[in-house]
């Protein structure tokens, strides 16, 4: 295993070598090995968790922060399909409180309007003031996403943001 001082001399490479290693890192140990088997197995709510996980990480890295408006902007770019059903980002908001309910109380009046249906084939849909949510089509939007998040980066980003990122990546590192 590399021992802590090597993973920072890389680290504090190029901001394409620190973005690499995030990104295979989770890649390889998350998404792959954890989020794949959840979504193989129905389990939604994992996958919900996991992907907020990586979303509010890569909204740190990205844009600086994650509060709700960077997990839209997240939703945006790397995940938000065609379809209008894919456009998961429209429903950002409910993602997120969801995701707060799953995680901290588990019951919650919201979930009167907001609703679960892994059978539907829509990512999803308002009807009669509930919104129906598929996390099996979001994990897909999201892997899509993910596996052109380098590309993605670069394209909405110039070489002094990537530095900056580059920086977070290195704080967070040293932080925790």
Known sequence: ???KEKRLKRLEGS???ALLTLLNSQGWLFVDKELKPAAKNKFHNLLILGIHSVAETWSEIIFGGSSPNEFKLYLEYFVDGIDPD???SKIAEQINTWRNVIAHQWLSSQGYSFGIDIEMKEGWKKEEGIIYFNPLVYFKCFCKGFDK???IIYKITTEAQREQM???IIDK????
């Open 15 to 17: 901001s394409n070598e």
């Open 86 to 88: 894919q456009k998961f």
């Open 149 to 151: 998040t380098l590309n």
């Open 166 to 168: 580059k920086q977070r």
């Open 1 to 3: 295993m590399e021992t």
């Open 173 to 176: 590192f040293q932080k925790w």
